[in-house]
């Protein structure tokens, strides 16, 4: 589902560029779900952000799906994020004046869908995320457990390829963290392919596979027992 | 999605809505500065509208290019003559002045009683009596200055001059104050010193005429002549130019061939007088189109003003919500997309605000023509903006909108995705 081959990346910094990726190579199958680890600053989000197409790597091959990106303007950028990328944040970023709804229709309405078909399928992912009932509720209230089961249905809604959760348990107490793991760990169940971001091993222990990094190079890349939330 | 799909689909605006209707008091501050624009122009223009249209009915019953000359006193000694000499207008002068200046549409000669000083004429009807202005005219007067005749009666004609009848066309006060409310005056006959005449008219009297007043009475020319052994002797012409001409090039020519007829200086200012209506039409209208262009050009400058606080807005609304707008080009938003949604913004606020103060400025325009409407005195009539320059204001306005919203949308596109993100 995904490859990427010698992927590098480095930030200016006035006159000195710090190179936070050094190589990176990862092959990533449908189906999987994969932890990518690592202590802070050491490229985690880097990384996921050039798959996730929020951010270009300076040299590299990055195919997804089989489909070579290269060249990305931000408008082909902006229809594959919409097309085959589903985004988790740390902090939600539900949009706060828009109702948990419509913050999952907001996708498909940059996918073009019309408004009935939108509502519907909108719908449809709230109940799958356990908020069917919390459809017309502003952001402001719902519970961070609750804002990021919409923000996982809103990535989901657009039947993207892979999902990006950039510490999606971040902000989280552990009940509700463990909450959100299940549903990363149902959904996964039912094929999607899931890169988790985390710092946390109990979190990554929760996936399938653990990719460590370390000052910019993959430390470690291991398949691990899954520990299944009930 | 291509761009006039997006302007005509429902959901675009739901979103435009959405983000507008999310900050009330932004939204509301914001189109008052466009509201208050579009208001002053409306009620400016609608105003100037009204002061021209006012000007213009002070003058509806008098030819635009039209004139007065008389004869006053000659200032300078010329061929024999001394100084202080009175030339007298003649009734053939008329002639010489027609054939000798092809501008010249209608020429009517005209002499009065109780005007420039002289004693008015003593009216008498059965028991009643007043003095009041008479003036000898021919039936071409009429072309210049229009007199309404009530119904049933007439003006001078051709025939009355031909038979020198003894006919008169009297004045609204004159059959006031010599009839019975009752009585129709047409038929009846009245004594103007001494002299029966019969009535065959009663004039409306349209304020703006001159020096001619609602009592005045109207008698053929030659009736005139005898009653007051006049001769060929004129008081003064009132000339009309044709609407090609010039009016004061017109006066000059008359006064020029007067000179030459009586023998006065060519340099002589002061011989004949004269007053040029067209003339001070000219500077009446081009003071009241000098008001509407000052009207647009401020109305403008506001509506302007406006609209850049509607672009100044956005722009901090932008900033504001630069972590929205990386969340929506996370989820596939196209920098068009963004691009678009800030400018139809920009666009619906400046419109909304617009048609607001099309209506607000419409209220006040109607509410000072409800102030103005029986102050006959007060040169102002009607005020209204042409749709025209409504809808060019709102054309400019909508212009506007677009260009000053690009500025923001241009800012919400210019930062990265992954920067707008990072943002907290
Ligand atoms: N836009 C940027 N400009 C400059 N430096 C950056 C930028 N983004 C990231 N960095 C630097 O790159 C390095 C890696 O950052 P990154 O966000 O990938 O780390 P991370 O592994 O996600 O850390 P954390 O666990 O704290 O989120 C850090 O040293 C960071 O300071
Ligand atoms: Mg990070």
Known sequence: ????????????????????????????????????????????????????????????????????????????????RNKFLGFVFQSFNLINYKSALENVALPLYYQGLNRKLRQKTALDYLEKVGLGNWSSHLPSE????????????????????????????????????????????????????????????????????????????????????????? | ?????????????????????????????????????????????????????????????????????????????????????????????????????????????????????????????????????????????????????????????????????????????????LFEPDEDPVGQYVRIDDVYFKVIGVHKFIQGGGFETDGDIFIPFETYRKLYNTGDDVDWFTIAAYDYA????????????LKRIHRV???????????????VFTKIMGFAKGMTFLSLVVGLATIFAGVIGIGNILMISVNERTKELGVRRALGATPGEVRMQIVLESVFLTTIAGIFGIILGSFMLAAINLFTIDKTDFPYTNPTVPIPLVLGALLIMVTLGTLIGLIPAQRAVSIKPIDALREE
């Not at chain 1, 690592?38 to 490229?43: H, I, T």
């Not at chain 1, 009940?175 to 996964?188: A, D, K, R």
């Not at chain 2, 008091?25 to 914001?30: A, D, G, H, L, V």
Request: with cysteine; proline share 3%.
């Open chain 1, 1 to 80: 589902m995904i490859e990427i081959k010698n992927i590098y990346k480095s930030y200016k910094m006035g006159n000195s560029s710090l190179q936070v990726l050094k190589g990176i190579n990862i092959e990533i199958a449908e189906g999987e779900l994969v932890a990518i680890m690592g202590s802070s600053g050491s490229g985690k989000s880097t990384l996921l952000n050039i798959l996730g197409m929020l951010d270009v790597a300076d040299e590299g091959v990055y195919k997804l799906d089989d489909v070579l990106i290269e060249n990305l303007d931000e408008t082909l950028a902006a229809k594959y």
């Open chain 1, 142 to 230: 719902l519970s961070g457990g609750q804002k990021q089961r919409v923000a996982i249905a809103r990535a989901l809604a657009s039947q993207p390829k892979v999902l990006l959760a950039d510490e999606p348990t971040g902000a989280l107490d552990s009940v509700t963290s463990n909450e959100v793991m299940g549903l990363i760990q149902q959904i996964n169940n039912e094929g999607k392919t899931i890169l988790v971001v985390t710092h946390e091993i109990d979190i990554a222990n929760m996936c399938k596979r653990i990719v460590t990094l370390k000052d910019g190079v993959i430390l470690e890349d291991k398949k691990v027992k899954q520990v299944l939330i009930s």
């Open chain 2, 1 to 177: 999605m291509n761009s006039l799909k997006i302007i005509f689909d429902w959901d675009t605006w739901q979103e435009i809505f959405g983000s507008i209707a999310k900050n009330k008091t932004r939204t509301i501050i914001t189109v008052i500065g466009v509201l208050w624009g579009i208001f002053i122009y409306i009620s400016l223009s609608g105003s100037a509208k009204g002061l021209d249209n006012g000007f213009e009915r002070q003058f509806e019953n008098i030819a635009m290019n039209s004139m007065f000359i008389w004869a006053a006193r000659t200032s300078i000694p010329y061929s024999g003559f001394k100084v202080g000499r009175s030339p007298q207008l003649k009734i053939q002068n008329a002639t010489t002045l027609k054939q000798q200046i092809p501008e010249i549409q209608f020429i009517a000669p005209r002499n009065a009683k109780g005007v420039f000083g002289s004693i008015p004429a003593q009216v008498v009807r059965k028991n009643k009596s007043k003095p009041y202005n008479i003036y000898g005219d021919f039936p071409v007067y009429t072309k210049i200055a229009t007199k309404k005749i009530y119904d049933n009666g007439r003006f001078i004609n051709d025939e009355d001059i031909k038979y020198e009848r003894k006919v008169c066309v009297i004045g609204e006060r004159t059959q006031l104050e």
């Open chain 2, 246 to 257: 010039d009016a004061v090039a017109v006066e000059k020519k008359v006064k020029q061939t």
């Open chain 2, 265 to 279: 200086s060519p340099e002589d200012e002061r011989a004949f007088g004269a007053f040029n209506i067209g003339e």
